[in-house]
């Protein structure tokens, strides 16, 4: 695979969702599943559910995401690497990587609530409008995810822990992973939704999170990579994959923050979307190796060198930024 400018390229995909829907569910049915987890091996997920938030921006690109075609050039460069395990989307997105046998032998996440779009008035009443536990175990995907934003401030927060807590009962009957990303949020003097990735508040964020839900027996989280990792990690037993949000830091800096975070006990691997998918030196598939060979503390990580043309920040902070 390539990145391509054939604008027909995906032309089929419309036909067949137009003639033959059901071939979502045959795909889905005739896929081949990943061999299964392992305590000894870590594991790497491609994220792709931002634009079903309306997250489409990467960077400075505000709309980097929006080009569906490209979107998905990119994700079949990235799903090619037999190091990459599997995915995380939205339920169209899932439905597209299945019709083109992108998934055969990966893991299945899929996104389930997607309502609080970014920048809504009630951003944080995120309400569960996308797989449902019982849409994913059709599927026969591993399990759902579920951003949990937190906000003391906020009426609507209780509303969206206890559909966070509906929604791990429900994968937990079914015997599918509740992949949960909580943060403490805010929203400042803009208005602008703001996560705390201060390491106290990942660590309320998790002690709440992993509390929800009348069994934590498949519950995982997914965390930010923020100063004082190793307090974050001693916070929980969950198994946990790291997030990559979308970083401020060279690619150096944010492959080496990765790298320290993934030798602490207890990270199962990463769970990361944009940085990857949308380098600055537009290199997929070199950026998905990068971050291949940091599983398990596998070698040092190659040096990735940006464009001449690309801005580089600053400051030297840990290269998380402050949205999903």
Known sequence: MSLNDDPRRYEHLSRIRLEDPEAVARAAATRRRHPGLKHDA??????????ARGALSVGTRPMAMADRRDLLDRLQIALANPAVDGILASPDIMDDLLLLGALE??????????????????????????????????????????LTR?????????ATLEATAKAIDSLAERK?????EPFLSVRDAHGKVRNDLRADAVIKSVGIAEGLGSTSAYTWMKLPVVAEMERVMASTTMPTVLLGGDPDGSPDEVFASWQ???ALPGVRGLTVGRTLLYPHDGDVAGAVATAASLLNNSGPVPAIVEPATAERPSSNRIPVKVSE
């Open 42 to 51: 870590q594991n790497f997920i491609v994220a792709a559910d931002h634009p």
């Open 105 to 146: 032998g990966k893991l299945v996440f899929g996104s389930m609530n997607r309502g609080g779009l970014a920048g809504l008035v009630n951003e944080f009443d995120d309400r569960f409008t996308g797989h449902t536990a019982a849409a994913l175990e059709a599927l026969g995907a591993d399990g759902g995810k579920m």
């Open 150 to 158: 937190i906000c003391l401030g906020d009426p609507d927060t209780v």
């Open 176 to 180: 599918l992973i509740a992949m949960v």
């Open 260 to 262: 320290a975070a993934l």
